[in-house]
């Protein structure tokens, strides 16, 4: 048995109790605080996800809140993906880029009122970020970590669940929408969001000492459709083409050459942090580009936990940034991150860790 102590530099979630209680048998470490991964089947959790649902502790997601006159200006400022248009109860996916256009983080942004925004954060510190640069360009905003601790409830029998709860009105929220609400006086925010693509709802907890209380409501109101423990699910995000900042990025990854073109306003203002890199970038056009990589065979291989280097003709043409067996095509699956020289239907070889070599096919993401 080994044991893990909350401490100030490891925060606790409001649903480690309850986590523990279900019998949480695997972990990893996010943004400085224990995520979930698995209570000891992901075969079934997995299953779970994609026929019924689940519900996850996602406390790691962290809010880092602007606050004060200049908050929409920061906001802004911090992403290149243009916000003027973004209403008070809407959320946007917002890439986050240093000023090479490298990308450093991939936030969901929830605008709750004019002056007062939360940065829901991918792994990266972003509160010292974001103060350095309010204090440089002179910003009145303040920045904080507001006590606020997403819980996930994902696949497609989730709306049932959520809205059980909460009232019927959660079917009508537009994906990344939110509404501020309360559940048995526990005050509480809920999005239609989550890291994976089976539909579903986070339900943002504003009272850290009500955790295992909200918890069990969901537990409760999850009985009737047989919900699930889990954590967010590598096979399923990678069948679903989802990005993991920081496992699929490097410290020279800029957001086109991960499918995050889109994401990216040009023609934001020039104050924008990373925007002059990325026009650059845009008009020199990216280096490398994200492909989808089906491996040989037909059984479960090797995960990949570090990156592995794809090589053509015997050179180095890139590197699988994941790999992992999709329960639903029977495949070992990963993505790519390679030469713009390769493209979709070039078989390629992989360096596995162990030094076998292994040939795959460049695909199209999603996979599914
Ligand atoms: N929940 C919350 N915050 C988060 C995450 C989360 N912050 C960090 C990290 N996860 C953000 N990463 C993603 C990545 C993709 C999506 C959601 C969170 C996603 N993408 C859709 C897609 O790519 O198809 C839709 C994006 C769009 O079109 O706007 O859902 O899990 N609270």
Redesign the pocket.
């Known amino acids: 048995m080994f044991e893990f102590f909350p401490t100030a530099r490891l925060r606790p979630s409001p649903y480690f109790k309850s986590v523990m209680a279900e019998g949480c048998t695997s972990a990893s470490i996010y943004n400085r605080m224990i995520l979930p991964a698995s209570f000891g089947n992901t075969e079934k959790e997995y299953w779970d996800l994609i026929n019924g649902v689940v519900m996850w502790d996602?406390a790691v997601?962290r809010q880092v809140q602007l606050e004060g006159p200049d908050a929409g200006k920061l906001a802004q400022i911090l992403s290149p993906r243009d916000l003027s248009k973004c209403k008070i109860g809407q959320g946007?996916?917002v890439p986050m880029c240093n000023h090479d256009g490298v990308l450093i983080?991939?936030?969901?942004m929830l605008k709750l009122r004019e002056d007062l925004y939360w940065f829901?954060?991918?792994?990266s510190d972003i509160w010292f970020w974001a103060r350095a640069i309010a204090a440089e360009r002179g910003l009145n905003v303040k920045i904080t970590e507001p006590d606020v601790s997403?819980l996930?409830v994902q696949g497609p029998k989730s709306a049932a669940v959520v809205s059980s709860i909460f009232g019927d009105w959660v079917h009508d929220l537009k994906?990344?929408w939110f509404s501020e609400t309360e559940l048995n006086g526990i005050p509480v925010a809920v999005?239609r969001?989550?890291?994976?693509?089976q539909g579903g709802f986070?339900i943002?907890l504003r009272d850290g000492t009500r955790g295992d209380e909200l918890w069990n409501i969901v537990k409760e109101a999850g009985q009737p459709y047989g919900i699930g423990n889990g954590g967010?699910t590598s096979p399923e995000r990678t069948e679903?083409?989802?990005?993991?900042?920081g496992s699929d990025t490097d410290e020279n990854t800029n957001p086109f050459e991960v499918r995050l073109g889109?994401?990216v306003d040009l023609d934001v203002a020039d104050q924008v942090v990373g925007i002059q890199a990325l026009r650059r970038i845009h008009a020199e056009g990216p280096k490398r580009h994200q492909l989808g990589l089906v491996l040989e065979g037909d059984s479960p291989d090797a995960l990949a936990f570090s990156w592995e280097d794809i090589l053509m003709n015997g050179k180095k043409v890139g590197d699988m940034t994941n790999c992992v067996w999709s329960p639903r095509l029977k495949k070992n699956i990963g993505y790519a991150l390679i030469s713009r020289s390769c493209t979709i239907g070039d078989i390629v070889t992989l360096r596995r860790a162990d030094g076998r070599h292994v040939q795959a096919s460049l695909v199209d993401i999603p996979f599914l």
């Open positions: 996602v997601e946007k996916y983080n991939d936030p969901i829901s954060i991918a792994d997403p996930a994906y990344f999005q969001s989550g890291w994976s693509k986070e943002y967010p679903s083409g989802l990005v993991s900042c889109g994401y």
